[in-house]
């Protein structure tokens, strides 16, 4: 996982919308993030922690965590984290808003997941996890292993060395997923379904123990005499057969031979029919030949006739209209052609009357602008005195904003300084509030050793209790020693007015002493705890004053510092009040200034207008003579709209009539030559005409046939000549079939006879002799069968015999894995291997970061430290300094960045632990941890160490004020 960018907004003390850009940090492969305590460097990881997995470690799901996280001065809080893994980039958003009805009351936060593809983001799949998406299924780490090996919170980065073994045994499975080395479960069920075959096997081997191989022997002999038996019928029955066939055939010629001499009688009776449909079909075809095509031409000429007459008599309607409309479109063009040659003379009028309206126009604007540039003028004089005024009040302003600036104290020192006061003060009034419970506490331990006093006098106790009141009285004299000074309070003489009374207490209440001795030591109990806390706390103050870095007020000048700083602010606000006076007499003035150049640049366009309408003048009078000047028309503008629509009706009447004419004139030409056309093909088809009385003449000589009507009224049968053709040559050649296949028939036949008494006594005993071959094949079968089945009896019986033997070798072997895999040894086995090769890794950084003096191993079950100073000794990990403890940590957490896969592309952060090592160590550490970015890792490291900068070259400062919150600021930017 590499980050790019984060977006914190409402975030713990990221009150104002913040972003940090990762690719400008990771290029470097090395960067840090800097800030005091409690600037907010931990809420960035916390941040990203939370929009990747929905989990931090500082709040759990019931600490209300939505409104605890939310800045107390925000009303919505806002997390936008963008990384990359595995070459793809993803994107996790936590949003969620503070109810305006109730300040107290946060939304559910609400967690997203995107992927980016095809340059847009596309929801990740819903996985109901903690209220939405996890980055879980995406970098294959769990919450807890991620916040151990990638983002590791401040307390949380030296746990993986001091987990117990089972913890840590738990987080090697998950990670290396040796689970799958837990193969119990899976010998066991081998086991039990290699016993349950073998259990099979030895059953199928009782029921094949009927198949025996003289069964077999015996069938086969029997199969042999079937066969030879088979064989005999089958030669029979095939002679028989030949026989049979032959009698067939010479049933069936005989019964085609009568049927051939039905069919001949039928034909012969249809001859004479046939003959006559020949004779009238020859005469048809006869005059069919000579007069059809002749009388289809007369009645297309009669047809062509009537289209042409038709044709004719229309053009000649038509010629005649048009030569009445020439005559009228000749009176229309004869006037427009008249203007058409008057054009010129039109335009100079047109171009006389445009004149005069440019003319009278560049007056009107002239006096137009003369009246503009007087008003502007007066303008200009007047932003000019404004000017000056509002400079001479500006300056003055910024010389009262410079004197009250002199003197204003180090803001950054102020507020650190004031953060310390108010941490200082809660930690002053806990410590009051915890010196007042120990006091009570003491005040109440002095009252119940008043009470054990009064029952425990050893001179009036019953023997019986005396070992409980010297177990009491020892109590009280440790007790007496611790609390001395509050002893001394107690009066002797009031302890031995109830030594008398003390014997009946005890005796009346011994059941309640030892209720007494342990509310006691309850109370004392409480007290050390609390008197721990004090002494943490004074220390902690103590600490806080010694880390003191004012230069202006020491640690007791409490009063005088927050005194100061009311001032300090009351000034600054004064100051920031004349600076909006100042940004608005700026903004003022510089809209005076930039009005004031618009006017001018109005006035120097009114003054070249107005040139250029003089020049303009002066050009339009040279289009008109001294007469037109003198007298203008009373309406130019009018006599111009109304010239002009003349001018645009005759240039637009002119073609038009003119290409109207043209064309009246060429239709004209085209209908003379039309009818003239018409006139010849009339005539010619008189010719056409006289030339088919002729052919039909010359056909009724031919044909001998007197009139045209009978020649028509033949025609009219409509005799299909090619059908009554091919019914005819069907007739002649199926009868000449018929007599070859008679021939033919009686020339096979012969002298042959044929007796359906032989050839039903042949069938008779064919039949006898199948009958008898199917008996021998059906026992024949059913002795094959059981040959099969016996042979594959014996078959199986074999292998079975060989596979039992395996198996029983096989549930051997299952027995011993089962042993040895029995609860989690192989797999804590595996875990161990893990571990060490973990602590080897480790050891390529921690050795050299010792000063070779140690090395990490794995023995019994836990990580141990070898001591080279002290002749190699293993010893505890507790027992290193916490400088060595961060050192050690370190190189285990890169070594499992290696172990798991992540090494090569993998980003994590190293927050605090660095304050607790020396100069030397911290070169060292920084050293490595250079080495490991040139492998091309990223490292981010979060600390309040400013020494470490120096060794960087990219790094965010974090800031926190009262005013604004925490702010983030980058090296490149100062």
């Keep these: 996982m590499i980050p790019q960018l984060l977006t914190l907004e409402g975030v713990y003390s990221y009150r104002e919308k913040q972003l940090i850009d990762f690719t400008s940090l990771t290029g470097g492969g090395i960067f840090g993030i800097f800030g005091s305590v409690g600037s907010g460097k931990s809420a960035i990881l916390e941040a990203m922690t939370y929009a990747l997995y929905g989990q931090i470690e500082r709040l759990n799901q019931t600490d209300q965590r939505g409104y605890n996280m939310m800045n107390l001065q925000s009303n919505k809080m806002f997390i936008d984290f963008e990384f990359t893994h595995n070459r793809e980039r993803y994107r996790f958003t936590v949003s969620a808003k503070r109810r305006k009805t109730n300040f107290e009351t946060v939304?559910?936060?609400?967690?997203?997941?995107?992927?980016?593809?095809?340059?847009?983001?596309?929801?990740?799949?819903?996985?109901?996890?903690r209220g939405g998406v996890t980055a879980e299924p995406i970098l294959g780490l769990s919450y807890e292993h991620f916040r151990r090996t990638v983002i590791i919170p401040q307390g949380q980065f030296q746990e993986f060395i001091q987990l117990k073994p089972a913890r840590r045994t738990e987080m090697m499975e998950s990670l290396f997923n040796l689970e799958r080395f837990n193969l119990y479960g899976k010998t066991a069920a081998l086991l039990g379904a290699v016993k349950s075959e073998k259990s099979f096997q030895a059953g199928r081997m009782e029921e094949l123990e009927k198949f025996q191989q003289e069964d077999l022997n015996a069938l086969l002999s029997e199969l042999e005499r079937f066969a030879k038996d088979l064989t005999t019928v089958s030669t029979e029955i095939e002679k028989g057969n030949t026989r049979l066939r032959t009698l067939n055939e010479l049933q069936k010629m005989q019964e085609e031979l009568q049927a051939l001499q039905k069919q001949q009688e039928s034909i012969t009776s249809?001859?004479?029919?046939?003959?006559?449909?020949?004779?009238?079909?020859?005469?048809?075809?006869?005059?069919?030949?000579?007069?059809?095509?002749?009388?289809?031409q007369k009645n297309s000429l009669a047809e062509e006739r009537k289209r042409k007459e038709a044709s004719y008599g229309q053009t000649e309607i038509q010629l005649k209209a048009l030569n009445t409309e020439i005559?009228?479109?000749?009176?229309?063009?004869?006037e427009l052609k008249k203007n058409w040659e008057n054009k010129e003379s039109y335009l100079?009028?047109?171009?006389?009357?445009?004149?005069?309206?440019?003319?009278?126009?560049?007056?009107?604007?002239?006096?137009?602008?003369?009246?503009?540039?007087?008003?502007?003028?007066?303008?200009?004089q007047k932003y000019e005195k404004d000017e000056k005024q509002l400079t001479s009040e500006r300056d003055q302003l910024l010389e009262k904003i410079q004197e009250k600036e002199k003197g204003l104290p180090d803001w950054d020192?102020?507020?650190?300084?004031?953060?310390?006061?108010?941490?200082?003060?809660?930690?002053?009034?806990?410590?009051?509030?915890l010196t007042n419970q120990i006091e009570e506490l003491k005040n109440e331990q002095s009252a119940r050793l008043l009470q054990f006093s009064d029952l425990i006098d050893p001179e009036k106790t019953n023997p019986a209790h005396k070992e409980i009141v010297e177990q009491a009285q020892i109590l009280i004299q440790k007790k007496q020693v611790q609390l001395e000074s509050d002893q001394q309070s107690l009066q002797e003489d009031k302890i031995r007015t109830l030594h008398n009374e003390r014997e009946k207490i005890l005796q009346s209440n011994i059941k309640s002493l030892n209720s007494y001795m342990a509310d006691f030591e309850s109370l004392e109990s409480q007290r050390k705890r609390l008197a721990q806390i004090l002494t943490n706390k004074i220390f902690e103050i103590n600490l806080k004053k010694s880390e003191f870095s004012s230069s202006s007020y020491k640690a007791d000048e409490r009063d005088k510092f927050f005194q100061d700083l009311k001032e300090a602010r009351n000034r600054q606000k004064e100051i920031q009040e004349n600076y909006e006076k100042l940004h608005e007499l700026n903004r003022t003035l510089k809209k005076l200034k930039d009005d004031s150049k618009s006017s001018h640049k109005s006035y120097d366009e009114i003054n070249l207008t107005m040139e250029k309408n003089k020049s303009a003048r002066k050009t339009w009078e040279k289009d008109l003579s001294k007469e037109q000047l003198l007298s203008p028309p009373s309406d130019p503008e009018g006599e111009k709209i109304q010239l002009q629509n003349f001018l645009n009706s005759l240039e637009k009447e002119y073609p038009r009539q003119q290409k109207l004419r043209d064309d009246r004139i060429?239709?004209?030409?085209?209908?003379?030559?039309?009818?003239?056309?018409?006139?010849?093909?009339?005539?010619?088809?008189?010719?056409?005409?006289s030339d088919l009385e002729k052919s039909l003449l010359e056909a009724f000589s031919s044909t001998r046939q007197d009139s045209l009507e009978k020649v028509i009224k033949l025609l009219s049968q409509d005799l299909n000549i090619e059908k009554e053709e091919g019914e005819i040559e069907s007739f002649n050649r199926e009868r000449a079939l018929l007599q070859d296949r008679l021939k033919n028939l009686n020339t096979k036949i012969a002298d042959r006879e044929y007796s359906p008494e032989k050839h039903k006594s042949l069938k008779d005993e064919l039949s006898e002799l199948e009958s008898h071959k199917s008996g021998l094949l059906s026992r024949?079968?059913?002795?094959?069968?059981?040959?099969?089945?016996?042979?594959?009896?014996?078959?199986?019986?074999?292998?079975?015999?060989?596979?039992?033997?395996?198996?029983?070798?096989?549930?051997?072997?299952?027995?011993?894995?089962?042993?040895?895999?029995?609860g989690k040894k192989f797999t804590e086995y595996i875990a161990a291997i893990y571990l060490q090769e973990l602590c080897i890794r480790a050891n390529e950084r921690f050795f050299p970061l010792s000063g070779r003096t140690l090395e990490l191993t794995f023995e019994d079950n836990a990580i141990l430290v070898r001591d080279f100073l002290n002749e190699g000794k293993t010893r505890l990990v507790k027992t290193l300094s916490g400088g060595q403890t961060f050192q050690a940590a370190l190189s285990l957490a890169l070594a499992l960045a290696d172990q798991i896969g992540m090494g090569d592309d993998h980003f994590f952060f190293l927050d605090e632990g660095f304050g607790t090592l020396d100069r030397e160590t911290l070169e060292t550490v920084m050293m490595t941890l250079r080495e490991i970015s040139r492998d091309g890792r990223i490292i981010g490291l979060i600390s309040h160490v400013d020494d470490l900068r120096q060794d960087l070259d990219v790094w965010l400062q974090v800031n926190r004020t009262a005013e604004n919150g925490s702010r983030i600021s980058s090296s490149w930017m100062e």
Excluded: C
């Excluded at 559910?108 to 996890?129: C, F, H, M, V």
């Excluded at 005559?327 to 004869?334: A, I, L, P, R, S």
């Excluded at 047109?350 to 008003?375: C, M, P, V, Y």
């Design 107 to 129: 939304t559910a936060p609400e967690r997203q997941g995107y992927i980016l593809t095809d340059g847009g983001w596309k929801p990740l799949s819903e996985q109901k996890i």
């Design 270 to 296: 249809k001859l004479p029919k046939m003959e006559e449909r020949l004779k009238r079909l020859n005469h048809y075809r006869n005059i069919y030949t000579n007069f059809h095509s002749l009388l289809n």
């Design 327 to 334: 005559g009228k479109v000749e009176e229309t063009w004869d």
């Design 348 to 380: 100079a009028q047109l171009r006389s009357l445009n004149a005069f309206l440019q003319i009278r126009e560049l007056i009107s604007e002239t006096d137009i602008l003369t009246e503009k540039q007087g008003h502007l003028k007066t303008y200009l």
């Design 413 to 433: 020192e102020l507020e650190k300084t004031e953060d310390w006061f108010h941490l200082n003060d809660k930690l002053m009034s806990e410590s009051e509030n």
């Design 666 to 689: 060429k239709r004209q030409q085209t209908l003379e030559m039309d009818l003239a056309a018409g006139l010849a093909l009339l005539k010619e088809q008189d010719r056409r005409e």
């Design 780 to 822: 024949q079968g059913a002795l094959q069968k059981q040959k099969e089945d016996l042979e594959k009896g014996l078959r199986e019986k074999g292998i079975l015999k060989k596979t039992f033997a395996e198996t029983l070798i096989r549930e051997e072997n299952l027995k011993e894995l089962t042993s040895l895999f029995k």
